[in-house]
């Protein structure tokens, strides 16, 4: 437990543990802090929107015990940080401090201790991702010890039909779903040793958030690919306009094709626009914790 004092900010106490009634001030906070953010960044007609909270109680329920808040002197929420962890590789986000809270080091111990909770889970790899323009929160992330890696990538495909439909590991028979688990974390760690993706799998499907568009070899039927996707809207209130992809595990590069193919097919007979996919070659900002002390 950690107390902080400044003139400005009297009192601020935590981590706290995120439940699931503070979905509604955590929105608000996260909407100031990002929406100031881009105002100091010149863009100052952006304002953005809260999160579906659907979206909201995904992050939570797969964070765990790294979803962690601050708390002032009238209870109000002052900082969050949500950090997951998928076998390996651990990773923070979404975090913010409310902008009359910035400045007085609430940003930085909300850092560390997503950190310290991260390193004590054994992750090897902790990431996380901000903007390239945006060079107050980069100069802010080196200061704690991360580095700039290379970009991340936003793609996006028209939704189209396929020869044949997905695969898709929610349609499936309930007794079928924990072998199916276990051959997308056998795929992983084949590819990724240590990496681990199936918490996310199972809690989409469980959430009703999406499904696992599941790619077997056509001649042997192993499973040779799968892609975790989410179907609920973004922002609060908004209609399903896209179909996001989470992760994306092939075995061989050749079959990107056609996996591409089952997420257009998918994105249309759930009534979507287009297929997002994000394109990690590395996490923008990155450290290996054995290698330094934070």
């Not at 028979?173 to 996310?200: A, H, I, K, N």
């Amino acid at each position: 437990m950690a107390t902080l004092r400044s003139p400005q900010v009297r009192y601020v106490e935590g981590p706290h543990p995120v439940r699931r009634e503070d979905i509604p001030a955590l929105n608000q906070v996260f909407s100031d802090a990002f929406t100031e953010r881009y105002r100091k960044d010149g863009l100052v007609g952006v304002r953005v929107p809260f999160l579906n909270p659907a979206v909201w109680r995904y992050a939570i329920e797969d964070a765990g015990g790294g979803a962690m808040l601050w708390r002032g002197e009238r209870g109000e929420i002052l900082g969050f940080n949500v950090a997951h962890l998928s076998g390996a590789e651990g990773w923070m986000g979404p975090l913010a401090v409310r902008p009359e809270a910035q400045g007085h080091g609430i940003g930085k111990e909300v850092v560390k201790a997503g950190v310290a909770w991260l390193r004590e889970q054994g992750a090897r790899v902790i990431g996380l991702e901000t903007m390239p323009r945006t060079m107050d929160n980069i100069g802010f992330y080196s200061t704690l010890g991360f580095q700039p890696g290379r970009l991340t990538f936003t793609l996006t495909l028209d939704a189209a039909p396929a020869e044949r439909p997905a695969t898709l590991l929610g349609r499936l028979p309930g007794r079928e779903r924990p072998g199916l688990l276990e051959e997308c974390r056998d795929l992983v760690q084949s590819l990724l040793p240590g990496y681990d993706f199936t918490r996310e799998i199972a809690l989409t499907d469980d959430l009703s958030l999406g499904d696992t568009v599941l790619l077997r070899d056509p001649d042997g039927g192993r499973l040779i690919g799968f892609a975790l996707c989410h179907s609920v809207p973004l922002v609060e209130g908004r209609a399903r306009e896209e179909l996001r992809v989470l992760k994306l595990v092939l075995s061989r590069d050749l079959d990107l094709d056609a996996i591409v193919r089952l997420l257009q097919d998918y994105a249309r007979r759930c009534g979507m626009t287009v297929a997002q996919a994000q394109k990690w070659l590395a996490p923008y900002l990155a450290y290996e914790p054995e290698a330094l002390t934070v």
